[in-house]
C-alpha cells in the first residue's frame, strides 16, 4: 500500500521562484492537510480539505494555495517564495477528523 | 489563546519506563492525539483519547483527563528504538488540530 506519497523530497528555491507540492492518497480519505514544521515548533496547519472540491484555511495560510479536483490529490502551490517559507512539509490525510492522520515523506523545501 | 505544552526534551534509560506530560488550553475538545516521530521521518500515529482513563496498547499507554486539561504517554520497557520526538495533539471545537512542539525522548543503554 502506498498511503500518503509526497514529492518532491528536498527542493531549494530562489526568492520570487514559485512551485507546487504534490501529494496524492490512496486510501480514498476524505479529509487531507498540509502541515509545515519548523524547527522547535509544533505542526502548523496550512490548508486543508474535507472532500473533493473544498478547501479552507488552516491556521498560516498566506503565501500558499491549494486545490482539490479529485479525492486523490491535494497539490500545495507555493507562489513568490520568501525565506521565510524555508521549512519541512508535510501532507497527511485521514478518514475523519477524529481519525488516526496518515503523514507523507515531507518535503525539506529552502528558500535562498 | 489556544496551547499545548510538554518538556522539550527527556532523557530514559533502556528497559525503563518514562511518563511524558501534555498540558492543553483549546477553544472547546474533541480527543488528544499522541504521534511519534523519528528524526528526518513523518509522524506516526500512537494513540487518542476522547475520554477520561487510560488507553493502554502494548508497550505504551495513554491517560487522558479531560477536567484537568492534562495527558500523558506512558512508554514501558524502553527500547533504543523508541528514542524520538512524541507529538502531543489537542482536536479543539472545530475539530482543528492544535500541535505541541513535541517531546524529544534519548534513550541511554
Known amino acids: 500500500n502506498a498511503g500518503v506519497t509526497q514529492t518532491p523530497k528536498f527542493r531549494i528555491l530562489k526568492i520570487g521562484q514559485s512551485m507546487t507540492l504534490q501529494c496524492t492518497q490512496d486510501?480514498?480519505?476524505?479529509?487531507m492537510y498540509w502541515y509545515r514544521q519548523d524547527p522547535g515548533m509544533g505542526l502548523k496547519l496550512i490548508y486543508y480539505?474535507?472532500?473533493?472540491?473544498?478547501?479552507d484555511k488552516g491556521e498560516v495560510p498566506n503565501g500558499y494555495n491549494v486545490s482539490r479536483s479529485t479525492t486523490e490529490d491535494f497539490p500545495l502551490r507555493l507562489e513568490l517564495a520568501a525565506p521565510s517559507q524555508t521549512s519541512v512539509y508535510f501532507c497527511?490525510?485521514?478518514?475523519?477528523?477524529?481519525?488516526?492522520?496518515?503523514f507523507g515523506q515531507g518535503t525539506r523545501l529552502t528558500v535562498v | 489563546g489556544q496551547n499545548i505544552d510538554q518538556p522539550t526534551e527527556m532523557t530514559a534509560t533502556e528497559g525503563a519506563i518514562v511518563q511524558i506530560n501534555c498540558t492543553y488550553q483549546?477553544?472547546?475538545?474533541?480527543?488528544l492525539f499522541w504521534y511519534q516521530q523519528h528524526a528526518g521521518e513523518a509522524p506516526t500515529f500512537l494513540s487518542y483519547?476522547?475520554l477520561d482513563g487510560l488507553e493502554e496498547k502494548g508497550r505504551f499507554s495513554s491517560f487522558l483527563s479531560r477536567s484537568k486539561g492534562y495527558s500523558y504517554l506512558l512508554l514501558k520497557e524502553l527500547q533504543m528504538k523508541d528514542s524520538a520526538s512524541y507529538l502531543c495533539?489537542?482536536?479543539?471545537?472545530?475539530?482543528?488540530?492544535?500541535w505541541g512542539a513535541g517531546t524529544k525522548l534519548i534513550i541511554k543503554p
Open positions: 497527511a490525510s485521514s478518514y475523519s477528523s477524529q481519525g488516526e492522520a496518515f
Open positions: 486510501m480514498n480519505h476524505n479529509y
Open positions: 480539505s474535507v472532500g473533493a472540491g473544498i478547501t
Open positions: 483549546t477553544s472547546g475538545f474533541n480527543g
Open positions: 483519547n476522547v
Open positions: 495533539a489537542a482536536l479543539d471545537s472545530n475539530y482543528q488540530l492544535i
